[in-house]
């Protein structure tokens, strides 16, 4: 049974930084690209980030690119997002997603795997 499984969230003021991470059991991560996307109330999911089964191929939404930093440990089966200056607009329950396909996407709809999500929010 392959398993997602996100932790990290929280409360944070603007300009603050989280760092969530995803667990991944039942498959190995090394075959797979994987992703960050999320959802804000009332809000169609959206695509966050993404990365290569090797880690050397990124891609970022353009609001996210040089605040937020994608990565993963594929000998601990575990994907990461920094997320640093944080704005209201961050707010959102943040999933983790899995790609059978070794190629990068920003589509959510190419991803077969998701976790159940973390929340972020971005308040002061």
């Known amino acids: 049974q392959v398993q997602l499984v996100e932790s990290g969230g929280g409360l944070v003021q603007p300009g603050g930084s989280l760092r969530l991470s995803c667990v991944v059991s039942?498959?190995?991560?090394?075959?797979?690209?994987m992703a960050w996307h999320r959802q804000a109330p009332g809000k169609q999911r959206e695509f966050v980030a993404t990365?290569?089964?090797?880690?050397?191929?990124?891609d970022y939404a353009a609001s996210e690119k040089g605040r937020f930093t994608i990565t993963r440990d594929n000998a601990k089966n575990t994907m990461y997002l920094q997320m640093n200056s944080l704005r209201p607009e961050d707010t959102a329950v943040y999933y983790c997603?899995?790609?059978?396909?070794?190629?990068?996407?920003?589509?959510?709809?190419?991803?077969?795997?998701w976790g159940q999500g973390t929340q972020v929010t971005v308040s002061s």
């Open positions: 039942g498959i190995r991560v090394s075959s797979n690209t």
């Open positions: 997603a899995a790609r059978r396909s070794v190629g990068i996407s920003i589509y959510t709809g190419d991803y077969e795997y």
């Open positions: 990365i290569s089964w090797s880690g050397l191929s990124t």
